[in-house]
């Protein structure tokens, strides 16, 4: 067990649709991190969010947006889904700030289905 | 632009041997590098990482090695269990100027490890 927590644990939609996926960090991290994994791009880098701001932004589509609360737990909104949305959605938390190296955890994810 | 690479699908080796993973990297500013394994339907777990001041990190059964010049990292598992037996992914990170921190993952598309009995 990471420390790191996603909910819901599977998600099955329609297309145009819209959905929101949690994240609870590990107790004490700081960094967000939300990945895509499909089933031919391998885990792709969406977005980063440090102590509620975002960081870093990768292949993250308009229709996708994140937000990180006070809390430190974040959530990834997905919206007019379509069915090439279909994936594996993970979160990963690290210390995060200016450590230089730190490993990120990754929660169990969250398997999106478009129908 | 595939930045890290792991060119060989899946390996194959007996219990108690040796399991050499492989690794490519292109990005001449990656400075830090992960391993992580990933059981069906769980996150990745990390296993072992190094960073670029290094050529070698131990922790336990589980070795990787770091040559910058020929942008190539390898894990090593010795011996190898059957309960190794997983998707292997191997990471890297640059630093980011602004916060001085590393920051998000580029993952090679993994490396399927089956270790028999």
């Known amino acids: 067990d990471s420390g790191v927590t996603q909910t819901p644990k599977h998600l099955i939609t329609a297309t145009g649709q819209r959905v929101t996926l949690r994240c609870s960090p590990r107790s004490g991290d700081l960094s967000v991190y939300w990945y895509q994994q499909s089933l031919d791009q391998g885990l792709q880098f969406l977005i980063q969010y440090y102590n509620g701001e975002e960081r870093a932004k990768g292949n993250i589509l308009e229709r996708f947006s994140a937000q990180q609360f006070p809390d430190l737990h974040s959530e990834l909104n997905l919206s007019s889904l379509e069915l090439g949305d279909s994936a594996l959605y993970f979160c990963?938390?690290?210390?995060?700030?200016?450590?230089?190296?730190?490993?990120?955890?990754f929660g169990p994810g969250t398997r999106l289905t478009v129908l | 632009d595939q930045q890290v690479k792991q060119n060989s699908p899946s390996l194959s080796v007996q219990e108690g041997r040796i399991s050499i993973l492989n690794c490519d990297y292109t990005n001449s500013m990656f400075d830090y590098f992960l391993w992580y394994k990933k059981y069906p339907a769980e996150g990745p777990t990390f296993l072992i990482s190094?960073?670029?001041?290094?050529d070698k990190n131990e922790d336990g059964r589980f070795t990787v090695f770091l040559n910058k010049s020929a942008k190539h990292l390898s894990l090593h598992i010795v011996p190898s269990q059957p309960g190794d037996s997983a998707v292997y992914f191997c990471a890297a990170s640059a630093l980011d100027p602004q916060s001085g921190a590393n920051s998000k993952l580029t993952f090679g598309k993994g490396i399927t490890l089956s270790v028999r009995p």
């Open positions: 990963a938390s690290s210390v995060g700030g200016r450590i230089s190296y730190n490993e990120q955890f």
């Open positions: 190094i960073s670029s001041i290094k």
